[in-house]
């Protein structure tokens, strides 16, 4: 069973602990979350409800404790755990900054990632300018599920985008994501014809949005091209963790892609003249 500690509406931002940010990991010497060796940081909360998630526990913003059934020398006992850290933003530099002689060797520096980062607006732009000011290459791993005002604020701290683009079809995007998707596409534009750096991150989910990959690529066309399309397949190696947490499972019946499919794919995209990568 999973409970709060502080329970909080789906896209609050966290109040009570309002100074300090909740995380739920911090990844130290990740080579996936953008250019170089890197430090990423999880920030709970989202506004998105994706039936693929992986990470459902990431969706709430607070802390959350579980009970953990475990064996120890032979007797069944369940433990309590706990998802989830208050951090203060000087603290997290200082985590942060311990790995900076990776990020000059490398050309990598922090990626802030989720749930959805932005989640957490104030605390995230806090520790941005923190990082900026010390000279960090920045990166934010998003859904793009925000105002355009916050996209401005964004825009002068953050030096990648690494943005979802998950479907261009509205109703599948409400009924797959749970949001309109609207202000995330017209993000993306914004984003793409200010030639802010942005990879594009493509979940691959086959007879979900595997339909909706030529709109995917006709937006695309229409708009200044992104740095880097990335095109993740869909895994499964989540869902032990929706009956870890109690959480209904929705994914019963979607197969994987292939490897063979996700190279098509890439074709499709690199035909498109798009450096495209699986995975990332
Ligand atoms: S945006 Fe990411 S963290 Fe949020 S629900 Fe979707 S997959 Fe999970």
Known sequence: MIRSQQPIAKGQQPTAKKMKGIIYDIKRFAIHDGPGIRTTVFLKGCCCDCWWCHNPESRSGDIMTYEKDVTLDGHAITREETIGEAISEEKLLKEILSDEVFYTQSGGGVTFSGGEPVQQKDFLIRTLKACKAKGIHT??????????????ELEGLVDLFMVDLKFIDRDLHKKYIGVDNEGILDNLSILLNHQ??????????????????????????????????????YHKIGKHKYQKFGIAYRMDGVEEPTDDEMLVLKQKFEKQGYKTIIGG
């Open 139 to 152: 990166t934010l791993d998003t859904t793009a599920c925000f105002s355009k005002s916050t996209l401005e």
């Open 196 to 233: 802010a750096r942005v990879w594009v991150r493509i979940p691959v989910i086959p007879d979900i949005n595997t339909g909706d990959i030529d709109n995917i690529l006709s937006f695309l066309s229409e708009h200044i091209a992104p740095e880097q399309v990335n095109l993740l397949p």
